[in-house]
């Protein structure tokens, strides 16, 4: 299936089943056990929606992780980051995350105006690859997932629906 087939399906699939499953469809394509979306609140990222493989619980180091313990720091810092193999990464030897996760790609969730509202991540305990096709979708992805989740966010109340702009710019 080409990219553009993929994306229309993820679009297809957000439509007609919702975020979990959009989400499950993308953790299909990959070989990482987790994919996930995360809300930045403060300085903590609240996990919105995890597809497992194998379909267990989530683990509790998955439901909220400080920022400053998370991969997604550096995501948050460059706009996107990758790890294939953490134990082997110097620029993660002091997060935590790299104790339980060998492998993290992660790209930006923007809202409509453009502010970055979270993540959306690839997750694995042993050390893996992400293609450069794979890594493509993912960031393609991040922008039709962003919009719903931002939908999502809006009609639960937990984000308001207009940017109030300081009056200088108005």
């Keep these: 299936m080409s990219s553009a087939e993929a994306l229309q399906n993820l679009e297809q699939v957000l439509e007609q089943s919702g975020i979990q499953a959009g989400i499950t469809l993308l953790n299909a394509r990959v070989a990482h056990r987790y994919t996930c979306v995360y809300q930045l609140k ?30 997604c720091q550096f995501m948050l810092r460059d706009g996107i980051f990758a790890t294939f193999s953490s134990s082997h990464d110097e620029r993660v030897d002091d997060v935590k995350a790299a104790d339980a996760f060998e492998a993290y790609v992660g790209v ?16 694995d305990r042993k050390a893996l690859d992400l293609s450069a096709e794979e890594f493509s979708i993912l960031e393609k992805s991040a922008r039709l997932i962003s919009r719903h989740v931002e939908r999502a966010l809006i009609a639960a109340g937990a984000i308001e629906p207009t940017k109030v702009l300081p009056a200088a710019q108005v």
């Design 42 to 71: 403060g300085n903590v990222l609240k996990s919105l929606y995890l597809c497992d493989k194998l379909g267990e619980l989530t683990p509790e180091s998955l439901q909220s992780v400080p920022l400053e313990d998370s991969f």
């Design 108 to 123: 930006p969730l923007l809202d409509r105006f453009g502010d970055l509202f979270g993540t959306l991540c690839h997750i």
